[in-house]
């Protein structure tokens, strides 16, 4: 016996439509893209609930005329008439902004409603070079394709980029997992529709700034979350949106996500290449935030690869960039934490990589105390650990236990797979130690976090 198609049956419900009223739609609807033959009435309507599938072209035509009600992507996979959604479309950077935003709006939807499917995705090596090499080589003047729907108003877009802080601070303050769920379902309820509407050329670069930013958060929260598979894809489409923005400061802040994920991700040579394409597309732009956080990235590539010479080189490029930070005009809100905390933490993680405790410790001194200031308890740990470990580096247990138990501390109080990775690294790192009273302490304090 067929099981009855209850996601038609659901979708049919939220979106307030009777079975005859969905198979007038259907039927004008492929009388107007040519297909004369088709006529369904509510009697097909209940069949197609019942559990029957309807013959092509009707799945997608019947997906088509949800898109549209609802004003969002409506997959036949969302009715219960078709496969599950091609999720490795997210990781191309489509030339076509009709694809792209069918390609985020498709990811959002599985994020939502398959989200154990998309973190079984493994992350894929090398992904981010294609799309890099395509931000790069575009000219940035494109023009602005026109949208169907209702036109959208500059106001639309201010209330979207005035919610993306709201959620930067939740990341900072509270880990990425703290605010991914959320931000996952303003996305696709009120953000990624806005995409199928009409606007001028001012509100569409507008509009599509304001959409990469939040797909980037939202790619940059599945990152902090341990969620790789994810933020790659979100990340990858967040850039296409930069381009399609013209804001060539944004794209390369998206790069900057890219390198430290595919460095972070065992692909350090991959990590230095995008951080450097981000800096060349800043050629004619002055972005110095920015600079410093794509020179900080590529130090710490650079450091993965051994190179002593070219982190330390890295490093101060960074400092010399960030001096002229304070002096940037009309510094966007996505920029606002790159700052002491930050740089000076990945700073010390480079000179931790490369064996160079003094060094790593000066920076990872100086983020604590910044992150301290600010209260930003993510930041705050994953300084402790490289703290931690430049002491286990010199061999000093005492100074380690003090600063890796100030990590535990910190960490228990964000949602935040790197903060727990930084954790797990120094109890790896206090192995050589043995069974000394500090580390059975240590291991004891943490066993809890580390567990969940």
């Known amino acids: 016996m067929t099981a009855p198609n209850d996601k038609l049956r659901d979708m049919l419900l939220t979106a307030g439509m009777s079975q005859a009223e969905l198979a007038r739609r259907v039927k004008r609807r492929a009388h107007e893209i040519g297909h004369a033959q088709v006529s369904p009435d509510a009697s097909s309507v209940r069949r197609w609930m019942e559990g029957m599938t309807p013959r092509a072209p009707l799945p997608v035509i019947i997906a088509d005329v949800f898109s549209g009600h609802c004003d969002r992507r409506v997959t036949t996979y969302d009715i219960g008439l078709g496969d599950q959604p091609d999720l ?10 009709k694809e792209t935003v069918e390609a985020v709006t ?74 991914r769920k959320l931000l996952k379902e303003y996305m696709n309820e009120h953000v990624y529709p806005l995409l199928r ?33 994810a933020a790659q894809r979100y990340l990858i489409q967040s850039l296409r949106m930069a381009e399609e ?60 690869l051994g190179d002593k010479t070219g982190t330390a080189r890295a490093v101060a490029a960074s400092e010399r960039a960030f001096d002229r930070a304070d002096s940037e005009r009309d510094r966007p809100t996505w920029a606002k934490f790159i700052d002491g905390a930050y740089l000076h933490g990945e700073m010390a993680n480079a000179f931790r990589d490369l064996k160079q405790p003094d060094l ?27 703290l931690a470990v430049t002491h286990l580096q010199k061999g000093d247990l005492d100074a380690a236990h003090s600063a890796a138990v100030k990590t535990i501390d910190l960490a228990r109080r964000v949602k935040s797979s790197r903060a727990v990775e930084a954790l797990q690294d120094v109890r790896k790192r206090m192995t050589p130690f043995g069974t000394h009273p500090l580390v059975a302490d240590f291991n004891e304090r943490a066993r809890t976090l580390l567990a969940a």
């Not at 490795?88 to 902004?97: A, E, G």
């Not at 509009?207 to 790619?219: D, K, N, S």
Request: aromatic share 6%; charged share 25%; net charge positive.
């Open 88 to 97: 490795d479309r997210s990781l191309k950077y489509n030339p076509s902004w």
């Open 106 to 179: 498709e990811l959002g939807r599985a994020d939502m409603d398959r989200r154990h499917v998309l973190a079984a995705l493994p992350f894929t090596v090398a992904a981010g070079v294609g799309p890099s090499r395509d931000w790069l080589l575009s000219t940035l003047d494109q023009e602005p394709k026109p949208a169907s729907g209702q036109r959208l108003r500059v106001e639309d877009v201010t209330h979207v980029r005035n919610m993306f802080g709201s959620f930067q601070e939740i990341d900072v303050m509270q880990g990425g997992g703290a605010g």
């Open 197 to 229: 509407r009409t606007y001028s050329k001012e509100v569409y670069r507008a509009l599509t700034a304001a959409i990469c930013e939040q797909t980037y958060l939202l790619g940059w929260m599945a990152f902090d979350n341990g969620e790789h598979a």
């Open 245 to 304: 923005s013209q804001d060539a400061a944004l794209g390369a802040h998206v790069l900057a996500g890219m390198a430290d994920q595919a460095t972070l991700r065992g692909n350090p040579a991959e990590g230095r290449r995008l951080a450097q394409t981000g800096r060349h597309g800043l050629a004619r732009v002055d972005a110095p935030s920015c600079l410093a956080d794509l020179w900080v990235l590529e130090a710490r590539a650079l450091a993965a």
């Open 360 to 386: 790593a410790a000066v920076h990872a001194s100086r983020s604590i105390e910044h992150a301290r200031k600010q209260n930003r308890a993510r930041r705050g740990a994953m300084s402790q650990a490289a």
